[in-house]
């Protein structure tokens, strides 16, 4: 199975600063990883596809990006509405694996 | 408008059985994989199954592997959730997964709101 490795486990934040939270996948997934974001008692929404696809309606501020088999959630400016749980998952093949989540809190 | 609808949750003992329903609405429900993901209580995501098109074939995970069958009704654009043999660490919101693309690509764009499962004597 293909691990998804995240970090960090949390992170605090000010408003209009720029966070980066990480995947590390335990094989080459070729790019096939996207980013969720989770609020409380929500479902998760997709932000990101294909590693660099922003999902639409996405605000721009979300980006990814990838270097071999990290992979990368950027966000710019960050909002209040940004605060929530941020996961990774590969979608390259089955099992399809989550990374363990990323708490942002925003200051 | 694309809607999925879970039902069926609740409280169950364990070593007993439980189906979960999710009715899709909005779009051309056999045109698509489905998928159960959960999320245990202050956890991360975990997927559970997959179901290809006309439900020829299905994906697992390790941990259900053996115990939960998904399947599909396409007339009734019902998804389902056969769980049998419930065990604690299976006590989760399970969520209703449709992918984006129609290809089967597992990326998920529209979810459930969630049921709440909980195994417990």
């Known amino acids: 199975d293909i691990q998804m490795t995240q970090s960090p486990a949390s992170l605090s934040a000010s408003l209009g600063e720029t966070v980066s939270i990480e995947c590390l996948a335990s094989?080459?997934?070729?790019?096939?990883l996207a980013w969720y974001q989770q609020k409380p008692g929500k479902s998760p929404q997709l932000l990101i596809y294909?590693?660099?696809s922003l999902q639409d309606g996405v605000p721009s501020r979300f980006s990814g990006s990838e270097s071999g088999t990290q992979y990368s959630l950027e966000i710019n400016s960050l909002q209040p509405e940004d605060e929530g749980d941020y996961f990774c998952?590969?979608?390259?093949?089955?099992?399809?694996?989550f990374g363990s989540g990323t708490k942002l809190e925003i200051k | 408008e694309v809607q999925l609808v879970e039902s069926g949750g609740g409280l169950v003992q364990p070593g007993r059985s439980m189906k979960l329903s999710c009715a899709a609405s909005?779009?051309?429900?056999?045109?698509?994989?489905m998928a159960w993901v959960r999320q245990a209580p202050k956890k991360g995501l975990e997927w559970v199954a997959s179901?290809?098109?006309?439900?020829?074939?299905?994906y697992y995970g390790d941990s259900v592997k053996g115990r939960f069958t998904i399947s599909r009704d396409n007339a009734k654009s019902t998804l389902y959730l056969q769980m049998n043999s419930l065990r604690s660490e299976d006590t989760a919101t399970y969520y209703c997964?449709?992918?984006?693309?129609?290809?089967?690509?597992?990326?998920?764009?529209?979810w459930g709101q969630g049921v709440m499962v909980t195994v417990s004597s």
């Open positions: 997964a449709r992918p984006r693309f129609a290809t089967g690509i597992p990326i998920f764009d529209y």
């Open positions: 909005g779009f051309t429900f056999s045109d698509y994989y």
């Open positions: 998952q590969q979608s390259y093949k089955f099992p399809l694996t």
């Open positions: 179901i290809s098109y006309e439900g020829s074939s299905t």
């Open positions: 094989e080459d997934i070729y790019s096939n």
């Open positions: 294909y590693a660099s």
